[in-house]
């Protein structure tokens, strides 16, 4: 392998026919000092742990899971929804009055959630989302224009307007873009005759998805960490046919040498990922059709975390996604 002219080694162990593009090395590079300065959760942050917290850690994922229907009804990538829970976490761990409001209260948890949804789909789709279409539509007139707007101000405040801090998938499609360019576009192995790369791509960010609807993985692991380990999951549920040896060995000493970091049992970085072994309940095989996944999660009612256990509204009770699919 030829590494980049900014980065030369004495040590060329793989073949110099395969190149890494100068541009995708930098934008790695770039996305992992984010993740270790300006986006970095604090190691001892736990918002969920106070002693004045009110909602768990099963009350966000109901949440999360919420954001992903709310992007799959109106065809959005679910990173969006990613994005939107990474701004969420951040402002929770904030020192903010209305971050400490938020994990006291279900109902300021919940609107804290949606209002970190909709910046997310103003700053990371480009969408323009009316605060009259969050309290009526989204929400129902659960809570007004005026709560929405105010929760928005009081989240982008506690961040000082950090909002482009990258997710996991931005990192999958930059380890998967250091595919050697055979196996990229190879499709043996594929039903469809998918290239490589794409399924890869699919896979592992179903993988991430599901690792963001768990509390302690989204709060402790980087997003470099997930989506590395959502590709590791991914390749395997791919299955050997696919990868030749080589290319798979190659593929790993280009994310090595990228992530300065150093191989370690059969090519996993240094830098503090964990084994597949922890994160065994999201990092499996799966498909983009797995049942129980984000991409076929249950709808859940609009009042997810006051009102989800009241069994007099459980037949009358709309969601938020047939409403808005009534409206299209």
């Not at 100068?22 to 270790?36: I, K, N, P």
Request: proline share 6%; charged share 20%; hydrophobic share 40%.
């Amino acid at each position: 392998m030829l590494p980049p002219c900014h980065h030369q080694t004495d040590d060329h162990t793989f073949d110099a026919n395969v190149a890494v593009d100068s541009y995708l090395v930098d934008h790695l590079q770039f996305m992992q000092e984010q993740e270790e300065t300006t986006y970095q959760i604090s190691p001892s942050a736990d918002y969920l742990r106070k002693p004045y917290a009110a909602v768990t850690s099963a009350d966000r994922r109901t949440m999360l899971e919420w954001s992903y229907d709310i992007v799959r009804a109106c065809a959005i990538s679910r990173e969006i929804a990613c994005v939107g829970a990474q701004y969420f976490d951040r402002f929770l761990c904030t020192p903010s009055r209305r971050a400490r409001a938020a994990a006291a209260s279900r109902r300021e948890f919940q609107l804290a959630f949606i209002a970190c949804v909709v910046i997310a789909l103003k700053c990371r789709a480009g969408m323009k989302v009316e605060a009259v279409f969050v309290s009526e539509t989204i929400c129902q007139n659960l809570y007004d224009e005026a709560e929405v707007l105010a929760m928005e101000r009081d989240v982008l405040s506690a961040l000082q307007w950090r909002l482009n801090g990258p997710s996991p998938h931005e990192f999958v499609a930059g380890l998967v873009a250091l595919l050697p360019p055979s196996a990229a576009c190879a499709t043996e192995g594929s039903a469809d005759g998918d290239p490589l790369a794409e399924r890869l791509t699919v896979l592992a960010n179903a993988q991430a998805e599901r690792a963001m609807l768990d509390y302690s993985t989204a709060l402790r692991q980087s997003p470099s960490s997930i989506a590395y380990e959502a590709l590791m999951g991914a390749m395997q549920s791919i299955g050997t046919d696919a990868f030749l040896p080589l290319d798979r060995l190659a593929w790993i000493g280009n994310i090595d040498l990228v992530t300065n970091s150093k191989p370690e049992d059969c090519g996993a970085p240094a830098r503090p990922i964990p084994a597949l072994s922890i994160l065994v309940p999201w990092c499996s095989a799966v498909s983009s059709s797995t049942p129980g996944s984000p991409l076929t999660s249950s709808t859940q009612y609009l009042d997810m975390l006051s009102i989800a256990d009241s069994k007099q509204y459980a037949k009358n009770y709309s969601s938020p996604v047939s409403s808005m699919l009534d409206g299209f």
